[in-house]
């Protein structure tokens, strides 16, 4: 082996990337993976070529951990050494170490770098971009949720709850070759997202006859609107006596808090301003019984719609005299 290292040592360029990879017990992994030769050995990367791992810096194809056939690696004749596991039990949490092996002088085991493998027993919480969201209702509003795809193959289901709209998924690869999947959403902002949780699930399927795992993860949006649903009540509610006083609450959805309450009477196209407060304290008579609200934050106002007292008259008690004639 050490005359191996010393013969072919100045001659070979490691182009590995040293990666970690998170691995879920049951599932396939997929181990990013090339290398380099001096160009004078190009010749000898043929079809003989074969690749091993190890979790020992010092190992031959005999004894080597993990034996990999053709169809589970890349083209070591174009410098591919990519690997596919795919059954992750092969595997232990340890730090693996890539081999080379021709049928010639060929043969080299690259430990300059390596690839730290840990299986884990459920898979991590998806990420979600942004991790909170605090817009104004309309805005255009985008989410990405990813999650990693060590098994290339059999990536993970991403799905939404609510969906909200129109939703892309790819797979991404990031810069130290290993993968990830995305899934973006668009929606316009609605007043009904407000405080509303919104989700990401990833499903991961497994090779092992066990069930599909899942992992979670969401936010609640603060989603910021002008007066919505401007209603008004009334105390008593009925029956309502001409001359009596009742009390008018007004009521209203909104974010930010509503700031004002603004009280009108309504005389055909007149609106008489009368108030201000939440709640209004007001004598009612036949002729002026019709009122309405308004509700007022930093983003705007509504109005209610007007509310018609049914007022009741007073009925009145005359006394009448009748003369009376005796003959």
């Known amino acids: 082996m050490k005359e191996e290292i010393k013969l072919f040592g100045f001659l070979l360029l490691l182009l590995f990337f040293i990666i970690k ?14 290398f380099d030769v001096d160009n004078t050995h190009d010749k000898n990367l043929d079809n003989s070529c074969k690749a091993y791992w ?3 810096s010092s190992f031959t194809s005999e004894n080597a ?8 690696t890349g083209d070591l004749t174009k410098k591919d050494c990519t690997t596919t596991f795919n059954n992750a039990s092969l ?7 890539f081999r080379l092996e021709c049928n010639n002088p060929l043969k080299f085991t690259f430990t300059q770098a390596g690839v730290d493998i840990s299986l884990i027993a459920a ?3 998806p990420t979600l971009t942004p991790s909170t969201l605090e817009v104004e209702e309309g805005a255009s509003v985008s989410l990405t949720c990813s999650s990693p795809a060590p098994c290339w193959s059999h990536p993970p289901a991403l799905t939404w709850s609510p969906n909200l709209g129109q939703s892309q998924e790819t797979l991404q690869e990031n810069q130290d070759k290993t993968k990830v999947k995305t899934s973006v959403m668009n929606f316009n902002a ?14 991961y399927q497994k090779q092992d006859g066990i069930p599909d795992v899942t992992a979670e993860t969401s936010l609640t949006p603060d989603i910021s609107y002008s007066p919505k649903d401007v209603q008004i009540s009334i105390s ?8 009596q006083k009742v009390t008018l609450t007004c009521s209203s959805n909104a974010n930010p808090a509503v700031e004002n309450y603004t009280w009108y009477r309504a005389d055909g196209d ?11 304290n007001v004598t009612v008579s036949k002729v002026k019984s019709t009122f309405f609200c308004k509700a007022t934050n930093e983003l705007g106002f509504k109005r209610s719609s007007n509310l018609q007292i049914n007022v009741q008259c007073i009925k009145r008690q005359t006394n009448s005299m009748t003369k009376m004639t005796f003959v």
């Open 123 to 125: 898979p991590p919480s």
């Open 21 to 34: 990879i998170n691995v879920l017990r049951g599932s396939c992994v997929n181990i990013p993976c090339s």
């Open 54 to 56: 190890s979790d020992s």
């Open 65 to 72: 951990k993990l034996k990999p056939t053709k169809e589970m």
């Open 91 to 97: 595997l232990q949490s340890a730090k693996y170490y």
């Open 190 to 203: 609605s007043h009904l997202h407000h405080g509303n949780k919104i989700s990401c699930t990833a499903v």
């Open 270 to 280: 007149q609106e008489t301003f009368i108030g201000t407060g939440s709640s209004f």
């Open 236 to 243: 008593p509610s009925a029956p309502i006596l001409e001359n």
